[in-house]
C-alpha cells in the first residue's frame, strides 16, 4: 500500500483561503474555510492519516502552525467560523474561556426557563429520583451523582423539570406521590 501523504498537504489543498471576512472582527482577515467533511456543529474533520478516526481541521492547522496544544487547552475561534482554519484567526483557551467568549459574542443557546428551574431547584436542595431499577435514590448533591454516575446533568435536569420522561432508566420521583 502507498504510503499516505502528510497530514499538512491533506489539509491546506482543501482550505479556500478567501473565504468570508467575520463582520464582528473584519481587521483579522478573511477566514480560511474548510471545504471537505465536517462534523454536525460545522466543524472541519480530516482522516488522521494513523487509522484512528478523524481530526478537527481548526485543531490541526493550530498545531502545524504553533505545535501541539497543551493538555486542558482548546483551539477557539475568533471569527466564529466552526470551518475555519486560518491560524491567525485561532487562539487557545480554557473550557471556560470558550463559555466566556460564547456570551460575550452572544452565541449561547437560551436554556428554556423549565431547564433553567430545574437546574437552579436540583442544585439547592434535595431531588429524588428512581435509578433504572426502580429503586428511589434521594439525590443531595446533583453535580457528584451525574459524575459518579457517568450521567449528563442536562438529561437528569429535563427529567426533574418534567421535559423528559427519562435518561438512560433514571426518572423522576416523588416522595409519597403517584409515580
Given at each position: 500500500?502507498?504510503?499516505?501523504?502528510?497530514?499538512?498537504?491533506?489539509?491546506?489543498?482543501?482550505?479556500?483561503?478567501?473565504?468570508?471576512?467575520?463582520?464582528?472582527?473584519?481587521?483579522?482577515?478573511?477566514?480560511?474555510?474548510?471545504?471537505?467533511?465536517?462534523?454536525?456543529?460545522?466543524?472541519?474533520?480530516?482522516?488522521?492519516?494513523?487509522?484512528?478516526?478523524?481530526?478537527?481541521?481548526?485543531?490541526?492547522?493550530?498545531?502545524?502552525?504553533?505545535?501541539?496544544?497543551?493538555?486542558?487547552?482548546?483551539?477557539?475561534?475568533?471569527?466564529?467560523?466552526?470551518?475555519?482554519?486560518?491560524?491567525?484567526?485561532?487562539?487557545l483557551g480554557t473550557s471556560r474561556d470558550n463559555t466566556l467568549d460564547m456570551?460575550?459574542?452572544?452565541?449561547?443557546v437560551p436554556m428554556s426557563a423549565s431547564v433553567r428551574e430545574a437546574a437552579?431547584?436540583?442544585?439547592?436542595?434535595?431531588?429524588?429520583?428512581?435509578?433504572?431499577?426502580?429503586?428511589?435514590?434521594?439525590?443531595?448533591?446533583?453535580?457528584?451523582?451525574?459524575?459518579?454516575?457517568?450521567?449528563?446533568?442536562?438529561?437528569?435536569?429535563?427529567?426533574?423539570?418534567?421535559?423528559?420522561?427519562?435518561?438512560?432508566?433514571?426518572?423522576?420521583?416523588?416522595?409519597?406521590?403517584?409515580?
Amino acid at each position: 500500500m502507498p504510503a499516505r501523504r502528510p497530514l499538512a498537504d491533506r489539509l491546506w489543498e482543501k482550505v479556500n483561503r478567501e473565504g468570508p471576512v467575520p463582520p464582528h472582527c473584519p481587521e483579522i482577515g478573511p477566514c480560511w474555510t474548510w471545504t471537505r467533511a465536517t462534523n454536525k456543529a460545522g466543524y472541519g474533520k480530516i482522516g488522521s492519516g494513523e487509522g484512528a478516526g478523524t481530526l478537527a481541521t481548526h485543531r490541526v492547522s493550530w498545531e502545524l502552525t504553533n505545535g501541539p496544544v497543551p493538555d486542558g487547552l482548546f483551539v477557539l475561534h475568533r471569527c466564529d467560523n466552526p470551518p475555519c482554519c486560518n491560524p491567525a484567526h485561532l487562539f487557545l483557551g480554557t473550557s471556560r474561556d470558550n463559555t466566556l467568549d460564547m456570551i460575550a459574542k452572544g452565541r449561547q443557546v437560551p436554556m428554556s426557563a423549565s431547564v433553567r428551574e430545574a437546574a437552579v431547584v436540583a442544585n439547592a436542595k434535595t431531588v429524588w429520583l428512581r435509578d433504572p431499577s426502580g429503586k428511589p435514590l434521594r439525590v443531595t448533591n446533583l453535580n457528584k451523582f451525574c459524575r459518579d454516575n457517568a450521567l449528563d446533568q442536562g438529561g437528569v435536569w429535563r427529567v426533574i423539570a418534567g421535559r423528559r420522561r427519562s435518561y438512560k432508566g433514571y426518572t423522576a420521583y416523588e416522595p409519597g406521590g403517584q409515580q
